[in-house]
Nanobody, 124 residues
Framework: QVQLQESGPGLVKSSQTLSLICTVSGGSITTNYYAWSWIRQPPGKGLEWMGVITYDASTYYNPSFKSRTAISRDTHKNQFSLQLSSVTPEGTAVYYC????????????????WGQGTQVTVSS
């Protein structure tokens, strides 16, 4: 069974870069057709799909974040990472990593596996 766990700082200063890691167990991030995404939920708002890295290392991003977002992976550690630069207080949110078994999707309700989420606060 695929399990995901987010890790990273809970507090980031405005203008700095947020770096988060998702550690995957129970399955390989290179398994055919799997897609591995970052999704966030600001307070009082819905889930926002940020971007994805696929099983063959292709990346796709929400245009709202594309210019300052980078998703990468480390296959030896079975991890994938999020780098979000130039954060603002609007970046305060719960950040999730999530996975789909049948390719990429921007629809957050279509994701099969989720981490528990990690709270990130951006200070002004």
């Amino acid at each position: 069974q695929v399990q995901l766990q987010e890790s990273g700082p809970g507090l980031v200063k405005s203008s700095q870069t947020l770096s988060l890691i998702c550690t995957v167990s129970g399955g390989s991030i290179t398994t055919n057709y799997y897609a591995w995404s970052w999704i966030r939920q600001p307070p009082g708002k819905g889930l926002e799909w940020m971007g994805v890295i696929t099983y063959d290392a292709s990346t796709y991003y929400n245009p709202s974040f594309k210019s300052r977002t980078a998703i990468s992976r480390d296959t030896h550690k079975n991890q994938f990472s999020l780098q979000l630069s130039s954060v603002t207080p609007e970046g305060t949110a719960v950040y999730y990593c999530a996975a789909r078994s049948r390719g990429n999707s921007e629809l957050v309700q279509s994701y099969d596996y989720w981490g528990q989420g990690t709270q990130v606060t951006v200070s002004s």
